[in-house]
């Protein structure tokens, strides 16, 4: 009886014309929802280039992590001109770089961006804007012996060339990542003078302090933040007795006015070995240790190299970005294991 009931009502005029309407909105609907469900949620994204962080202070370093949809071949990535160094984490298709934002980086809006060359020659450009905020600096007096400050022709042309064969070292990094995990703190003590700080020298404005200075006795042993290959050895006309020490993708740590070098140029060394002395040479006021970073070329907070997120699990078979963005594969010696 139902059935029937059923028949009469389905032939019924106006109900035939009620079911060609409802049948008639519900199919572009279905279409549509076909569609949703098969469109990619990153229409076109070969490639993705993301940082931990989209807001930052001068000092400060971020991690940039890039995702592809296939093999890379090449990176050209860039800040402020300068070439971001990455290694891969997970096969040829993720990618992970340190990206340091210079103490004299200007607040405002910038952008992170480059080229990547997937497997078979395809190139697809990628950006991530990020925020600098501003940030104030204390300031900070000092005396010092009066040559430190107005300086010679000699002391000119001498600085002149200290300064010209650092920067040309902070262009020539390892490709090899050398560390691994945290960095530590290369005394146990306190910090005297922070980064950033605005000197007057002498009543006279000089550079702003590009590291951190921790207070230790003279002969104090300085140990590797990390592990790495020492770069520099040199006694310098300002920082005094230095180490330099190339941890790899462009990131270097450097530790001032030593009384002793303990290390050569050439040498690895590991996190925690002694690599020179507390001291006071070059323009000190006394026995303390400078300690500073640079990270593709920028001048960064030491400290930022300490925090819990540069913690990892360290690899024994890594393929990384060279200088010039190539990509090659190598064993690297496990010389920042605690």
């Given amino acids: 009886m139902r059935s029937s009931r059923c028949c009469v009502l389905y032939n019924h005029p106006h ?23 098969l469109t990619p949620a990153h229409p ?37 001109g300068h070439r971001i160094m990455f290694r891969s984490t997970v096969g040829l298709e993720r990618w992970s770089g340190l990206v340091g934002i210079d103490l ?95 000197r007057i020298v002498n009543n006279q404005a000089r550079s702003p302090h590009a590291g951190v200075d921790l207070k230790a006795g003279s002969g104090t042993p300085i140990r590797a933040s990390n592990g790495g290959r020492v770069v520099l050895a040199e006694d310098l006309f300002f920082s005094g007795k230095t180490v330099a020490v190339d941890h790899g993708l462009g990131l270097y740590t450097y530790y001032a006015h030593c009384s002793r070098m303990l290390v050569q140029p050439g040498e690895i060394v590991k996190r925690g070995q002694a690599i020179a002395e507390v001291g006071a040479t070059g323009r000190a006021t006394g026995p303390h240790l400078h300690w500073a970073c640079r990270l593709n070329e920028a001048r960064v907070n030491p400290l930022e190299l300490t925090k819990a997120w540069m913690s990892e699990e360290p690899g024994a078979v890594e393929r990384r970005g060279d200088s010039s963005g190539r990509i090659s594969e190598s064993f690297l010696p496990l010389t920042g294991d605690p």
């Avoid at 989209?54 to 296939?70: F, I, N, T, W």
């Avoid at 090449?74 to 402020?80: G, N, P, T, V």
Wanted: charged share 30%.
């Fill in 15 to 37: 109900c035939v014309i009620c079911l060609l309407r409802i049948f008639a909105w519900l199919i572009p609907l279905c279409l549509l929802q076909a569609s949703v469900l």
């Fill in 104 to 198: 004299e980086t200007k607040p405002g809006e910038h952008t992170l961006k480059g080229t990547v060359t997937l497997a078979g020659g395809q190139t697809v450009g990628v950006e991530q804007d990020f925020r600098i905020l501003p940030k104030t600096f204390p300031v900070q007096r000092i005396r010092v012996d009066e040559k430190f400050v107005t300086l010679d022709r000699e002391a000119e042309r001498r600085v002149a060339e200290e300064t010209k064969k650092l920067q040309a070292t902070w262009k020539s990094s390892s490709p090899e990542r050398l560390w691994r995990g945290r960095f530590i703190l290369p005394v146990a003590s306190d910090m005297t003078t922070g980064f950033g700080r605005r």
């Fill in 44 to 80: 076109g994204a070969l490639a993705r280039l993301r940082l931990n962080k989209l807001k930052a202070y001068p000092g400060d370093v971020l991690r940039a992590d890039l995702k592809a949809s296939s093999a890379i071949e090449r990176l050209d990535i860039f800040l402020a």
